[in-house]
Nanobody, 125 residues
Framework: VQLQASGGGLVQAGGSLRLSCAAS????????MGWFRQAPGKEREFVAA????????YYEDSVKGRFTISRDNAKNTVYLQMNSLKSEDTAVYYC???????????????????WGQGTLVTVSS
């Protein structure tokens, strides 16, 4: 499965962006999907994830209430709506697929098998 992330850009603090991640195969619909991010000089960290049907989501504490993950299996696409952006949200954002799980969400990088190329989000203060 190939994943293509898009939607990053430059935004002022308090603004919004929506990231998209398109998958190349319909098997996407059976995977848990996640978003991770990596800020300069830091480790890649978990941001959010969603189960195969979209009714279970999980967020890292610092983005709860500001970010929303969703998916459209008919379009083989997962989204990350980011509101009330802060300078500390600046990072390269990666989408990832956990091909072995449909329902149980994991938050560690090693649990995800397929990765997109990343899209840069820059939040200016």
């Amino acid at each position: 499965v190939q994943l293509q992330a898009s939607g990053g850009g430059l935004v002022q603090a308090g603004g919004s962006l929506r990231l998209s991640c398109a998958a190349s195969e319909r098997t996407f619909a059976s995977y848990v999907m996640g978003w991770f991010r990596q800020a300069p000089g830091k480790e890649r960290e978990f941001v959010a994830a969603i189960n195969w049907s979209g009714d279970i989501t999980y967020y890292e504490d610092s983005v709860k209430g500001r970010f929303t993950i969703s998916r459209d299996n008919a379009k083989n696409t997962v989204y990350l709506q980011m509101n009330s952006l802060k300078s500390e949200d600046t990072a390269v954002y990666y989408c990832a697929a956990d091909r072995y799980r449909r329902q149980v969400i994991r938050t560690t990088r090693s649990e995800y098998d397929y990765w997109g190329q990343g899209t840069l989000v820059t939040v200016s203060s």
